[in-house]
């Protein structure tokens, strides 16, 4: 199965909270997380997006950073090839599924995900 997106919002979740203080009302930058998964057997796609609030570039930058490390930490019990390029992680199970994660720090008036449609 594919990495869990809770684990991601929870670490990510944490990470911030490390930075954040009271003082902050507002986040001024997110960590963006967007998984993309596809599952050999079906062709069945989906698309899962996460989103925490940093206060600053800086602590967003170094949240990512250390989400990605703990994300690519190898997992005896799973038989997946795991491979980092840039800000993706990529994961593979052979025969099974492959996903793309991607992670960004934006400021908190950009939204990665495009124009909602009504």
């Known amino acids: 199965m594919p990495r869990c ?15 954040a203080t009271s003082a902050h009302a507002e986040c001024a930058w997110v960590l963006w997380d967007e998984i993309k998964t596809t599952w050999f057997q079906s062709g069945r796609e989906t698309v899962e997006w996460t989103a925490a609030g940093i206060p600053t ?24 090839e795991v491979n980092v390029i840039g800000d993706h992680i990529i994961y593979r199970k052979s025969g099974s599924y492959s996903t793309f994660q991607t992670y960004s720090c934006l400021p908190d008036t950009v939204d990665p995900r495009g124009t909602k449609g009504k």
């Not at 994300?71 to 005896?76: L, R, V, W």
């Open 5 to 19: 997106s809770p684990l991601v919002v929870v670490v990510a979740l944490l990470i911030s909270l490390a930075f």
């Open 57 to 80: 570039a800086t602590d967003c930058y170094s949240s990512m950073k250390a989400t990605m490390k703990m994300q690519t930490k190898p997992d005896p019990k799973k038989d997946e």
